[in-house]
């Protein structure tokens, strides 16, 4: 399973840092990115770190805001969220896939329960 923790209230042009923790499985031979899901949408992955290259892609909507890192040696990814907007808000959610170039919804074998975060004054 996948563990999601860190999300809050935060003002904009805050940071956050989200953390995404595996249990029962390891990390290395998946694909593994970050979701989100804001009020009314759908959700839309927004980074992931790639099988078997382990290169990090970002959606431009985070793209120099945010950074995911990982941990092999706590099997956790991360993601840092910096100079955070009001569109920003959404639930988080971390997703393993199996052996894959890329994060893709439907093909994702594991998720976590989410976490929420919220950007406000």
């Known amino acids: 399973q996948l563990v999601e923790s860190g999300g809050g209230l935060v003002e904009p042009g805050g940071s956050l840092r989200l953390s995404c923790a595996a249990s029962?499985?390891?990390?290395?031979?998946?694909?593994i990115g970050w979701f989100r899901q804001a009020p009314g949408k759908v959700r839309e992955a927004i980074s992931c770190i790639n099988y078997p290259d382990r290169t990090t892609e970002y959606a431009d909507s985070v793209n120099g805001r945010f950074t995911m890192s990982r941990d092999n040696s706590k099997n956790t990814v991360y993601l840092h969220m910096d100079i955070l907007i009001p569109e920003d808000t959404a639930v988080y959610y971390c997703g393993a896939v199996w052996r894959s170039l890329a994060c893709v919804d439907p093909s994702v074998n594991y998720w976590g329960q989410g976490t929420l975060v919220i950007v406000s004054s």
């Open positions: 029962g499985f390891t990390l290395d031979k998946y694909a």
